[in-house]
């Protein structure tokens, strides 16, 4: 006789965070099945990620590239959705999207072609990012992940390979050699060069 599983009242799905109303304009993430809020971002962060966008924005479809706006359902123990600082879709992607109430790449839809995150300072941060993001964004098939490392001056890019990412570290000048978007010439010094 199968037994009935129970979860906690705290613990949401997927589809009761699609569906709840937002009550605040604090960024969100669904992690685990419970909701986290995002604090905001250091302004270096943030210079790193619009310098990315632009440089993004010279050899792509402006349509194509979502700015901390787009989620991604990945797999976690529960309900987990990401929102990447800088993502790249597929046409395919885009096109799922393209009518949707919110731009939310479910595990139904194809995946986007790039995610990129910018580390925040800490440990917990830098878990996150290379390792519980580097397993979720690699099982939902994402061609390349790029960790934009500011503490380290490094770019770490993962490329998606027979279904696991293989990682290829960038440091200094060496530029960074990307499948997704190949005319990309910026190396880490140049990412992380920000002059105010």
């Known amino acids: ?16 965070y699609l569906a709840r109303d937002r009550d605040t304009d604090q960024r969100q993430e669904l992690v685990n099945g419970a909701i986290v809020e995002m604090p905001p971002e250091s302004e270096g962060n943030n210079d790193i990620a619009r310098k990315l966008l632009f ?15 787009t989620e991604i359902e990945v797999t976690g123990r529960r309900a987990t959705c990401r929102i990447p600082d800088l993502l790249v879709h597929t046409a395919e992607s885009k096109a799922a ?16 072609a790039l995610v990129v995150e910018i580390v925040s300072p800490g ?32 770019v770490t890019l993962c490329l998606w390979v027979n279904g696991r990412y293989e990682d290829s570290v ?21 990412i992380f060069a920000i002059r105010g």
């Open 170 to 190: 960038y440091t200094d000048s060496e530029k960074l050699k990307s499948t997704v978007v190949p005319e990309f010439a910026l190396s880490p010094r140049e």
């Open 1 to 16: 006789m199968s037994q009935a599983v129970s979860r906690p009242s705290n613990y949401l799905t997927f589809e009761e």
């Open 123 to 154: 440990q917990v941060n830098q878990e996150r990012d290379y390792r519980y993001k580097h397993t979720e964004y690699a099982a939902r098939g994402i061609a390349e992940y790029w960790i934009v490392d500011p503490a380290t001056q490094q």
């Open 55 to 69: 440089e993004l924005a010279k050899l792509l479809p402006i349509t194509l590239i979502a700015y901390k706006d």
């Open 97 to 112: 999207i393209a009518d949707a109430r919110r731009a939310t790449i479910t595990r139904d839809m194809p995946p986007p």
